[in-house]
């Protein structure tokens, strides 16, 4: 399968080399906002950068695309390559509002393409005891629901959602 990352930055890096890294994947790009870091990663990795995702999606023609951008920007590259037919893999948040969110399904589904989201805290112990006692209706009716998994990572993103 033809595989592209849409952002060359820590997140994007750990997603390139494990696409590479696969037998049956071909990494046919990178595309990143910045040159600088976007060639020299494509450079490492031999394969071509792009600095739109747009002309990444028209040349490449990936199957599959991993958006690994900055939080609060995944929902233009996730909707340009849902279009193009490529199948998308998110990192978490998959978006910071609920109607970027269903707006990202709804042409996922329209496109017939598969969404998927990078969140594998949900597959941890504490989520899943929080889940056990939740669907054993232990809980009671559940109001509010506080959750952080990352400490003070992303204490400088000022927002009331990003830990979720």
């Known amino acids: 399968m033809r595989a592209a990352v849409v952002g060359a930055g820590v997140v994007g890096k750990i997603h390139a080399r494990a696409l590479r890294s696969h037998s049956d994947i071909e990494l046919v790009g990178v595309c990143g906002r910045t040159r600088p870091k976007t060639e020299a990663l494509a450079t490492e990795l031999g394969t071509p950068y792009y600095l739109s995702v747009e002309e990444m999606l028209e040349s490449a023609a990936p199957g599959i695309v991993c958006v690994a951008t900055g939080n609060r920007d995944h ?6 390559s849902l279009r193009a037919g490529a199948h998308v893999f998110v990192e978490k948040p998959m978006a910071f509002t609920l109607e970027e969110a269903r707006a990202m ?4 589904d329209q496109a017939g393409v598969a969404l998927g989201v990078n969140f594998n805290h949900r597959f941890s112990a504490p989520y899943q005891r929080a889940l056990a006692f939740l669907n054993a209706g232990s809980l009671g009716r559940v109001a509010y629901v506080l959750v952080k998994f990352a400490g003070n990572l992303y204490k400088d993103l000022n927002d009331p959602y990003c830990m979720l």
Do not use: C
């Open 105 to 108: 399904l709804a042409v996922a």
């Open 75 to 80: 929902h233009d590259p996730t909707v340009a």
